[in-house]
């Protein structure tokens, strides 16, 4: 437990500190407390190695095939992009995942099957590696917090994507009539 003396020490440095001064420098602290970046509200993570002309160029092709007129289109454009960015960087959390559990448990099983088998390993061990992965990080809950985001980005790609057909459909005379909204109150009969 801190002691009084010791926090008040610690109130007294961090008045000393200023943090950033630079632009870049701001820019890379406000990453610090990143993880993942599944779930940010910056569109482009520099800290996480992605810029900005790879999204506009994904913007400009999706853009390109989803054709929205007007704001209402374009907004749900907007949106189809942000979440395909977003199920990328989650693609990329998953892969860096199981990157990272290929150097921590393929060399040690590779050993271990060595000393069982008396000689050198002649296989590659990134699946059991992976394996391992599966059923370690699992406990710890990586991969099934990985598994919800994307069930929850994915259903709002889907919610969007489809809301700007149901639009383009209906501008072009193809759909139906446009929902109406009905307020509905529930009571007794007595």
Do not use: C
Not at 41 to 61: H, I
Not at 87 to 101: P, Q
């Amino acid at each position: 437990m801190t002691t009084d003396k010791q926090a008040l020490a610690n109130r007294r440095n961090a008045g000393k500190s200023t943090g950033p001064v630079t632009v870049s420098g701001k820019a890379v602290s406000a990453q610090n407390a990143l993880k993942h970046g599944v779930l940010a509200q910056a569109q482009v993570l520099v800290s996480m190695g992605e810029d900005a002309k790879t999204l506009e160029g994904l913007r400009e092709r999706l853009l390109e095939d989803l054709q929205p007129e007007g704001e209402l289109e374009e907004l749900l454009a907007d949106r189809v992009v942000a979440l395909v960015w977003r199920l990328r960087r989650l693609h990329l959390a998953e892969v860096g995942l199981f990157d990272e559990a290929a150097k921590r448990y393929a060399d040690p099983l590779a050993r271990v099957l060595e000393e069982a088998q008396g000689g050198p390993a002649r296989k590659n061990y990134a699946a059991a590696a992976a394996g391992w992965t599966f059923q370690l990080e699992l406990t710890e809950g990586a991969l099934n917090s990985l598994s919800r985001y994307e069930a929850g980005i994915e259903r709002g790609l889907f919610k969007a994507l489809h809301e700007l057909q149901r639009l383009q459909a209906y501008r072009a005379g193809v759909g139906g009539p446009l929902p109406i909204a009905l307020d509905v109150e529930v009571g007794s009969l007595a």
